[in-house]
């Protein structure tokens, strides 16, 4: 499975973003989808989580409410929409697939990587 991230880019405070991640190859064999996210000087933390057969979401507390994420099965894409953008979301955003169930807040649950798409939002 191969993940293309797109759509990061420069945001004043209170605004929005929605960012797509693309998937090929193998896309049968996705059991789930997520969002995680890194800024400078910190661990990478999860952001959000969708299954792929039921739209399942799990969230990170600190983006419940303002984050949603989704997908589109035609398109093998996921999508995070994030509204009420605030500083400290600043942060590069990475997409994950994972091909069996696991604890959907950890990074080793998820066999596939895309490339980061950088977040900035503006104070």
């Known amino acids: 499975v191969q993940l293309q991230a797109s759509g990061g880019g420069l945001v004043q405070a209170g605004g929005s973003l929605r960012l797509s991640c693309a998937a090929s190859g193998r896309t049968f064999s996705i059991y789930a989808m997520g969002w995680f996210r890194q800024a400078p000087g910190k661990e990478r933390e999860f952001v959000a989580r969708i299954r792929w057969r039921d739209s399942n979401t799990y969230y990170a507390d600190s983006v419940k409410g303002r984050f949603t994420v989704s997908r589109d099965n035609a398109k093998n894409t996921m999508y995070l929409q994030m509204n009420s953008l605030k500083p400290e979301d600043t942060a590069v955003y990475s997409c994950?697939?994972?091909?069996?169930?696991?604890?959907?807040?950890?990074?080793?649950?998820?066999?596939?990587w895309g490339q980061g798409t950088q977040v900035t939002v503006s104070s």
């Open positions: 994950a697939a994972a091909d069996h169930s696991g604890p959907y807040y950890n990074p080793e649950t998820y066999n596939y």
